[in-house]
């Protein structure tokens, strides 16, 4: 069982960044791959970024080049570093931990966190 709790969402301006963090309790951290993906209000989730249990990245093309991911071992926890954003970038964002390979899928993962709002004005 893994416990994922998101934090670090806010508002902010069109071309400001924002860091969020994904704080992950429970067993085996590090054999899960971790993944970030946001629902903007009458939209399906999708697949923002995925980082892999040896820390190897992938993103969506919407965010390459604006948005890394990477993970810290010792204190379990995901952090998406979001630049340059844009108002198309808002959205809740879900912290996701699976095993799976289907990275950029929900299927890909089982456990999910409560997300944490972005909103990023024009």
């Known amino acids: 069982q893994v416990q994922l709790v998101e934090s670090g969402g806010g508002l902010v301006q069109a071309g400001g960044s924002l860091r969020l963090s994904c704080a992950a309790s429970?067993?085996?951290?590090?054999?899960?791959?971790m993944g970030w993906f946001r629902q903007a209000p009458g939209k399906e989730r999708e697949f923002v970024a995925h980082?892999?249990?040896?820390?190897?990245?992938y993103y969506a093309d919407s965010v390459k080049g604006r948005f890394t991911i990477s993970r810290d071992f010792v204190g379990n926890t995901v952090f998406l570093q979001m630049n340059s954003l844009k108002p198309d970038d808002t959205g809740v964002y879900y912290c996701?931990?699976?095993?799976?390979?289907?990275?950029?899928?929900?299927?890909?993962?089982?456990?999910w966190g409560q997300g944490t709002q972005v909103t990023v004005s024009s």
């Open positions: 996701a931990a699976g095993r799976g390979s289907a990275y950029a899928q929900r299927q890909g993962y089982d456990y």
């Open positions: 980082i892999t249990r040896s820390s190897w990245p």
């Open positions: 429970g067993r085996a951290f590090s054999s899960y791959g």
